[in-house]
């Protein structure tokens, strides 16, 4: 059982920086699969980014090198810093934790997101 708390979000010019921070219930170096989800307006929820707890980390297309995914396992904190936003970037962003099963099984866990608004 694990429960996620979005922090971070808010307003931003184009061209500016926030940082999201998603704090887990319990030790998130015994979390196989964390990341960040988005959906913005009409849109879809895509897929952001994601860091597992062997170190990897993967990002979309349409985010990679501007954002970037981060554990402190000392905080059980899961960070995305996004950098060089643009209006496309507006979006509710989820946390998602993904803790692997027996049986080939999985349990998905997601926050209640966090509003991030990027306009002049």
């Known amino acids: 059982q694990v429960q996620l708390v979005e922090s971070g979000g808010g307003l931003v010019q184009p061209g500016g920086s926030l940082r999201l921070s998603c704090a887990a219930s319990?030790?998130?170096?015994?979390?196989?699969?964390m990341g960040w989800y988005r959906q913005g307006p009409g849109k879809e929820r895509e897929w952001v980014a994601t860091?597992?707890?062997?170190?990897?980390?993967d990002y979309s297309d349409s985010v990679k090198g501007r954002f970037t995914i981060s554990r402190d396992n000392g905080k059980n904190t899961v960070n995305l810093q996004m950098n060089s936003l643009k209006p496309e970037d507006t979006a509710v962003y989820f946390c998602?934790?993904?803790?692997?099963?027996?049986?080939?099984?999985?349990?998905?866990?997601w926050g209640q997101g966090t509003q991030v608004t990027v306009s002049s």
């Open positions: 998602k934790a993904v803790l692997f099963g027996p049986f080939g099984l999985s349990n998905v866990y």
């Open positions: 319990r030790n998130i170096d015994r979390i196989n699969v």
């Open positions: 860091t597992t707890s062997g170190g990897s980390t």
